[in-house]
C-alpha cells in the first residue's frame, strides 16, 4: 500500500467516524425536539381548555341572565329553572377556571375581579327576582330601566374578554413554538437522512477501497508463493542432482581407490615373497663368507625391509576398511527405501535379543518403554538406525557404574520421537555435531570403529523424512533422539531410478 | 577336429597392468601354466574375441575385469554370452567391488565365477589357486566337434 492509499484511508476513516458522532448528536437532538414539541403542543391544547371554560363562564351568566328576565316578564317559575342552574355551576366553573390560568401561568390576579364582577351581577339578578316575588313588579323593572344591570354585565364581558385575548396570545405564541419546533424537527430529521447517507457513501467507499487493497493483497501474495513453490521445486531438483553427483562420487572415487590398492597390496606381498629368498641368501652367506654380510644388510633384510612392509600393510588395511565403509554408505544411499508397517515394539525386542550377549557381558540392562507407535517405513532402515543407537549405547557404558539403557517413544511435533537414553560415559558437548560426521569419532579411541555408524543414521533417518539428534553430557550419559514421520515420503523417483540403473 | 588335444588358452581381460602382473604370477604360483594372453582395454579384446583373425573353436576361458575404462565389462559379458560359439567359454568375472547388484547382474549374464579382488593378497591367491583346479577340471571342454 503507498503513502497516498495510506491517507486516504485514513481520511475516509476520520470522517466516518466524525459522521457517527454528527448523527449521534442529531439522534439526541431530535429527541430533545420531539419533547419540545409535545409540550408547546400539549401548551396549546391547555391554552385552548382556558379559552373553552371562559366561553363557558360567560355562557352559564347569559344563561342566567336569560332566564332572570323571563321570569320578570312572566312571572313564570319555570323561567327561573335555567337561572338557578347557570347559578350553582358558576362558582365550579369560574373555580375550574382559575385552576386552569393558574397552573397555565396565566394572569392570575384578574381571576378575582372576574370572580367579584360575577358575583356582583348574581347578586343584581338575585336583587330583581327578589322584588318580584314580594309583588313589587314595578320595581323590578324600574331595576333593569336603571341600567346597572348592563353596566355589571359589560364589566363582566370586559373581564371574559380580557381573559380570552391574554389566552388567545399565549395560544397564538405557543402554536408560533410548535411550528417552528415541527419545522426544526423535520430540518433535523432531513439532515440525520443526509449524514447517514453521507456516513453510508463513506463507509461504503472505505470498504471497497478495503477489499480492493485485501484482494491486491491477496494476489500479491498469491503470485510470491507461486514463485515460492517454483522456487523450492527447482531448488530441490539441484539439491537432488547435487545429492545424486555427490553419491555417484563417492562410488566411482571409492571403486577406482581400490584398484591401486589391490597393486600395493599385492606386490607388498610379491617383495614379502622376495625378502624369504634374500633372506636365505643372507644367512648362506654368512655361514660360508661372514665378511660379506655386514651390520648394514643385517638391519635392512632383518629389520628394516619386514617393518616397512609391516606398515604398508597396516596401511592398506585401513585404507581399505575406509574405502569399504564410503562404498557401503554409497550403496547405501542407493538404496530404494520401501515403506511397509513396522512394528516399533517387535523391531526393538529382536534387536534387543540380538544384544543379549553384549548386554550380559557388560553387566548391563536394556529397558523397552511401551508404548510404541506402528509406522510405515523401511524396515531395513529402521533396524539399523535403531541397531547402531543400541550398539553404540552397549560399547560406550561408563565401567564405573551399572549400565542403563532405556528407549521410550513419543510424540513431538508431528512425528514420533524415539529417545535411546543411556547412562554411559557421554559425549562432550563439542563433540555433538562431529559425532554424525563420517570418520569422526568422540572420547578415547578405545574402540574399535571407523566412525561410520552415525554418519550412516544421520543419513538414513534424512532420507526417511526424519533426524536425528544428541544431548550429552561428558561423564554423564546421552540421549539419542530419533525423528519419524509415521509414513515415508515418497521418494524422488526419477532420481532413485536414475541411480538404481547406474553401471558399476 | 580333436578337441581334448588342445589346451585352454586364458583370456585375461584387464587393464591395470599391476593386477594383471599380479593375476598371471599366481595361476602360476598356483599350477596354472596355461598360456595366458593379455589384453589391456575393452576395444582390444573385443577385436580379438570377435574380430576377423579369431580362432574358431579355439576353446578359450576369460578373465574379465568389468571395470574398464573404454566400456563396461558387463558389455563384453553380455556379448559373450549371446556368440553362439563363445557363450560356452567360462568366464571369470574379476572385479574391486562387491556390489551385490553387480554380482546378481553378472550371474544373471551368465559368467562362471565371480571373484572381487582382495587386497589382502593371501585370499586372492587362495581364489586364483581354487581358480586353477577349476580350470583343471574343465581342461577337456565339452565343445561340440
Known amino acids: 500500500m503507498t503513502w497516498t492509499q495510506a491517507a486516504f484511508g485514513r481520511i475516509t476513516l476520520g470522517l466516518t467516524a466524525l459522521g457517527f458522532v454528527i448523527l449521534l448528536a442529531l439522534g439526541v437532538g431530535l429527541v430533545w425536539l420531539v419533547q419540545e414539541t409535545r409540550s408547546y403542543a400539549n401548551a396549546v391544547v391547555a391554552t385552548q ?162 477489499t480492493r487493497d485485501l484482494e491486491a493483497a ?202 535411546v537414553v543411556d547412562n554411559g560415559r557421554g559425549i562432550a558437548q563439542r563433540d555433538h555435531s562431529r559425532v554424525f560426521e563420517l570418520f569422526r569419532r568422540s572420547g578415547p579411541q578405545d574402540k574399535p570403529g571407523e566412525g561410520i555408524g552415525l554418519a550412516h543414521v544421520r543419513a538414513l533417518a534424512r532420507r526417511m523424512g526424519g533426524d536425528i539428534r544428541l544431548a550429552s553430557r561428558l561423564g554423564e550419559g546421552s540421549v539419542f533422539t530419533l525423528l519419524l514421520p509415521d509414513v515415508l515420503p515418497a521418494p524422488d523417483t526419477d532420481t532413485a531410478n536414475t541411480l538404481e540403473d547406474q553401471p558399476a | 577336429m580333436n578337441v581334448s588335444a588342445q589346451a585352454v588358452s586364458i583370456v585375461m581381460i584387464e587393464d591395470d597392468e599391476g593386477h594383471a602382473r599380479l593375476i598371471e604370477k599366481n595361476l602360476k604360483r598356483a599350477g596354472v601354466y596355461n598360456d595366458v594372453l593379455h589384453l589391456a582395454s575393452g576395444t582390444a579384446a573385443v577385436e580379438h574375441l570377435f574380430g576377423p583373425q579369431r580362432q574358431a573353436g579355439a576353446p578359450v576361458l576369460v578373465l574379465l575385469d568389468l571395470n574398464l575404462p573404454d566400456m563396461s565389462g558387463i558389455d563384453i559379458l553380455a556379448r559373450l554370452k549371446a556368440d553362439a560359439e563363445l557363450r560356452l567359454a567360462p568366464v571369470i568375472v574379476l572385479t574391486t567391488t562387491d556390489d551385490d547388484r553387480e554380482i546378481r547382474r553378472c550371474y544373471e549374464l551368465g559368467c562362471s565365477v565371480y571373484i572381487t579382488k582382495p587386497v589382502n593378497y593371501e585370499t586372492f591367491a587362495q581364489a586364483v589357486r581354487q581358480l586353477g583346479l577349476f580350470l583343471a577340471v574343465i581342461q577337456v571342454p565339452p565343445t561340440a566337434p
Not at chain 1, 393558574?102 to 356582583?120: F, M, N, S
Open chain 1, 49 to 210: 381548555q382556558i379559552r373553552v371554560s371562559n366561553a363557558e363562564v360567560m355562557a352559564s351568566l347569559q344563561d342566567a341572565v336569560t332566564g332572570q328576565r323571563g321570569y320578570l316578564l312572566t312571572r313564570e317559575p319555570a323561567y327561573l329553572a335555567p337561572y338557578r342552574s347557570a347559578q350553582a355551576q358558576l362558582p365550579q366553573e369560574l373555580e375550574r377556571l382559575a385552576a386552569q390560568v393558574a397552573a397555565d401561568g396565566g394572569l392570575i390576579e384578574a381571576q378575582p375581579q372576574l370572580r367579584a364582577a360575577v358575583e356582583t351581577k348574581l347578586a343584581e339578578l338575585e336583587q330583581g327576582i327578589a322584588l318580584v316575588e314580594a309583588g313589587d313588579i314595578q320595581a323590578a323593572i324600574a331595576l333593569v330601566r336603571g341600567g346597572r344591570g348592563k353596566l355589571l354585565m359589560d364589566q363582566v364581558r370586559a373581564q371574559i374578554d380580557g381573559v380570552e385575548q391574554r389566552t388567545s396570545a399565549r395560544q397564538q405564541q405557543r402554536s408560533a413554538s410548535l411550528e417552528r419546533s415541527g419545522q426544526l424537527l423535520l430540518s433535523g430529521a432531513l439532515l440525520g437522512l443526509l449524514v447517514i447517507a453521507l456516513v453510508s457513501f463513506g463507509t461504503l467507499r472505505a470498504a471497497r477501497s478495503y
Open chain 1, 218 to 419: 491477496q494476489a500479491a501474495l498469491q503470485h510470491a508463493n507461486a514463485g515460492l513453490e517454483q522456487r523450492v521445486a527447482t531448488r530441490t531438483g539441484s539439491l537432488m542432482a547435487a545429492n545424486e553427483e555427490i553419491q555417484r562420487f563417492a562410488y566411482i572415487v571409492s571403486h577406482d581407490l581400490r584398484a591401486p590398492l589391490v597393486n600395493v597390496m599385492g606386490f607388498t606381498q610379491e617383495l614379502e615373497t622376495a625378502i624369504v629368498a634374500v633372506r636365505g641368501l643372507m644367512e648362506r652367506a654368512e655361514a660360508e663368507a661372514p665378511a660379506l654380510v655386514t651390520q648394514e644388510v643385517r638391519d635392512a633384510v632383518g629389520e628394516d625391509i619386514p617393518e616397512a612392509i609391516g606398515f604398508i600393510r597396516s596401511s592398506t588395511n585401513r585404507m581399505d576398511r575406509l574405502i569399504g565403509a564410503i562404498l557401503a554408505l554409497s550403496r547405501e544411499g542407493r538404496r530404494r527405501l520401501t515403506a511397509e508397517p513396522v512394528a516399533v515394539q517387535a523391531l526393538l525386542e529382536g534387536l534387543s535379543n540380538s544384544l543379549h550377549h553384549q548386554l550380559d557381558a557388560a553387566g548391563a540392562e536394556l529397558r523397552l518403554q511401551a508404548p510404541f507407535p506402528t509406522l510405515r517405513t523401511d524396515r531395513l532402515a529402521l533396524e539399523q538406525i535403531l541397531g547402531n543407537l543400541l550398539d553404540n549405547a552397549v560399547k560406550y557404558l561408563d565401567p564405573a557404574r551399572p549400565g542403563r539403557i532405556l528407549v521410550r517413544a513419543r510424540r513431538e511435533a508431528g512425528l514420533h520421537a524415539v529417545d
